[in-house]
């Protein structure tokens, strides 16, 4: 079973930036569609992006859209989310996805019920 390791999270003030990285250890990302999600407090888990296994498809919640970035290097086995011009609604855990059978497109991969294999999270602050 997969194991997704998200690092990158922390402390940022209004305006900044973070790049969060999701890595697997003991697992081959790399032929597998993988996504970023986030779940705030009080509020469901929502999905941020996702990306296909090329890293040609991508995908973004609207509320992102313009401001963060996904990426992956295969070759590294890694995926990125690069996030600018933070805000504090932004805050919340952001979790990595993957799932054997999953897809990036308009209608699909974006929601958490896409994906079976989750990382621990890693928690993004936006505040002053």
């Known amino acids: 079973q997969p194991q997704l390791v998200e690092s990158g999270g922390g402390l940022v003030q209004p305006g900044g930036s973070l790049r969060l990285s999701c890595t697997a250890p003991?697992?081959?990302?790399?032929?597998?569609?993988m996504a970023w999600f986030r779940e705030a407090p009080g509020k469901e888990r929502e999905g941020v992006s996702c990306?296909?296994?090329?890293?040609?498809?991508?995908r973004y919640a609207s509320s992102v859209k313009g401001r963060f970035t996904i990426s992956r290097d295969n070759a590294k086995n890694t995926m990125y989310l690069q996030m600018n011009m933070l805000e504090p609604a932004d805050t919340a855990v952001y979790y990595c996805a993957t799932d054997a059978f999953g897809t990036c497109s308009a209608i699909a991969g974006m929601a958490p019920s896409d994906y079976e294999y989750w990382g621990q999270g890693t928690q993004v602050t936006v505040s002053s």
């Open positions: 990306i296909g296994i090329s890293g040609s498809n991508t």
């Open positions: 003991n697992f081959g990302l790399g032929y597998y569609t």
